[in-house]
Nanobody, 122 residues
């Protein structure tokens, strides 16, 4: 059974940093792409970043480029999202997902975690 478990969310002041983790289990993920998405209340799910587990290639949304960094630790089956210079508009539930291609489309991701709340106060 595939499981994706996020951690690291919380409350931070604007300008601060957080690091989210997503640990995968249940099968080999070496051929997958891991993505981070977020959803704020009343808004649609939004792509944040993605990384190819095998090549390390990354893809970012314009809204986070230069502030967020996605990385992975193959030995730990864990993907990270380092978030710096956080803004109140970054407040959302952040969810990791596993899929087959480096895409911003949620429909391209097969497995999803439960999400972790990130709140940025002004």
């Amino acid at each position: 059974q595939v499981q994706l478990v996020e951690s690291g969310g919380g409350l931070v002041q604007a300008g601060g940093s957080l690091r989210l983790s997503c640990t995968a289990s249940g099968q080999t993920f070496s051929s997958y792409v891991m993505g981070w998405f977020r959803q704020a209340p009343g808004k649609e799910r939004e792509f944040v970043a993605a990384i190819s587990w095998s090549s390390g290639a990354t893809y970012y949304s314009d809204s986070v480029k230069g502030r967020f960094t996605i990385s992975r630790d193959n030995a730990k089956n864990t993907v990270y999202l380092q978030m710096n210079s956080l803004k109140p508009e970054d407040t959302a539930v952040y969810t990791c997902a596993a899929g087959g291609s480096l895409s911003r489309r949620p429909s391209m991701y097969r497995y999803w975690g439960q999400g972790t709340q990130v709140t940025v106060s002004s």
